[in-house]
């Protein structure tokens, strides 16, 4: 059964690259309890708080990283990542972090301690499709030392010092022929694939097929749609940065956009059950009144500005033909509406769990 889904509708006012620092453009008027929450939807029997105690803007992430000669030898001089989205990011600490801050995104917005949300043997065998820095899938292989655990992405930035348990084959395009075991895998999870793939109906059916009678997939998507709280001026730049984004990665047929029914529906036709839909809010920055969605807006702050300019620059220099200084100018732009906290904006998270059945 299909859950009905909040209607968020983002405005759509007509802007252009010249004139977006003379846009007064508004937000949609949401009241604050209509923002998707994190606090009691315990969608797992049990649910965790972490505790505020330590948490301050000094954030630290592990750094398990490539040298930037390795990266070199694989990718050029450039050492960018073959992939829409990623193609124009540097392989550079920054870079990495990025994707290591919504790793701790997803843990303190979904108030879980879990690594994964379904259910699973201690010992089972786990596939984490584009696993980046490899942060999941070594923390998996940690937590549960009896489990078989598999990273995949398209770029090889996984570190060489993980569990004995776990290992990555990179670069591995999750839309060319698998060959990974079909029928075998107990756990498949993915986050963040919209913008990666193409042919979404295609990816289920591969992830339906490998996936052992009775095996879970894990999918965690955010909709980058800009929304707010209250009506609000100013934030013309963010609205037309999206804009753009959904418009050039639509054309690349790799839409960034996320729908939750066009999802589900994905989800059914492949042959999933037992799908469920659970989604939350996801402030950006210390606007909301209650202090723990203030500290996922700490970190999702961090993590949203920390990706404007590497989500920007192919999609916008390739596909739309704009030019290196017009791309900086607005990414500058949208982290300064970001970091204004009077706007109450956020973004939405979705947490997506289908069965494969017995």
């Known amino acids: 059964m299909l859950r009905e889904e909040l209607s968020l509708e983002p405005r759509r006012n007509p802007m252009s690259l010249e004139n977006i620092l003379n846009d007064d453009g508004d937000t949609v008027n949401y009241s ?20 505020m105690k330590g948490e301050s803007l000094d954030i630290c992430l592990p750094r398990r990283r490539l040298t930037m000669n390795h990266r070199k030898e694989q990718y050029g001089q450039s050492g960018c990542k073959p992939h829409l989205l990623r193609t124009g990011s540097p392989f550079d600490d920054q870079e990495q972090d990025r ?4 790793h701790k995104v997803f843990s303190i917005a979904l108030m879980s301690e879990k690594l994964v949300h379904v259910p699973h043997p201690e010992n089972g065998r786990f596939l984490d499709l584009g696993c980046g820095t490899g942060i999941w899938a070594i923390d998996i292989a940690r937590q549960f030392p009896g489990a078989f655990v598999v990273g995949i992405d398209i770029a090889p930035i996984q570190p060489s010092n993980k569990p004995e348990n776990c290992s990555f084959r990179a670069p591995f395009d999750l839309e060319s ?9 107990d756990v498949i999870y993915l986050r963040m694939g919209c913008g990666y793939i193409s042919d979404w109906q295609g990816l289920y ?14 999918q965690i998507e955010i909709d980058f749609t800009p929304r707010s709280v209250r009506h609000t001026k100013g934030d013309c730049a963010m609205q ?7 418009q050039a990665t639509e054309k690349a047929v790799r839409p960034l956009a996320h729908c939750p029914q066009w999802t589900m529906q994905k989800l059914q036709g492949a042959g999933f059950v037992e799908i469920h839909h659970h989604q939350v809010g996801l402030p950006l920055g210390q606007w909301h009144n209650d202090e723990y969605e203030r500290l996922v807006g700490l970190w999702y702050r961090q993590a949203f500005i920390e990706s404007i300019e590497p989500l920007s620059v192919v999609p ?3 596909i739309l033909g704009w030019k290196p200084d017009q791309i900086r100018h607005l990414a500058a732009k949208v982290r300064s509406e970001t970091l204004r906290d009077e706007s109450c904006s956020f973004n939405t998270l979705h947490l997506y769990r289908a069965r494969r059945p017995m």
Do not use: I, M
């Open 32 to 51: 604050l309890s209509s923002l998707p929450r994190s606090h009691g939807r315990q969608f797992q029997s049990s649910v965790y708080v972490p505790s």
């Open 99 to 102: 994707l290591d801050f919504f």
């Open 177 to 185: 022929p698998w060959t990974l075991g079909e029928n075998e895998w």
């Open 205 to 218: 059916r591969k992830v339906y097929a490998h996936l052992c009678d009775g095996g879970w997939l894990e």
């Open 240 to 246: 037309f940065w999206y804009q753009s984004l959904t």
């Open 316 to 318: 916008f220099s390739s």
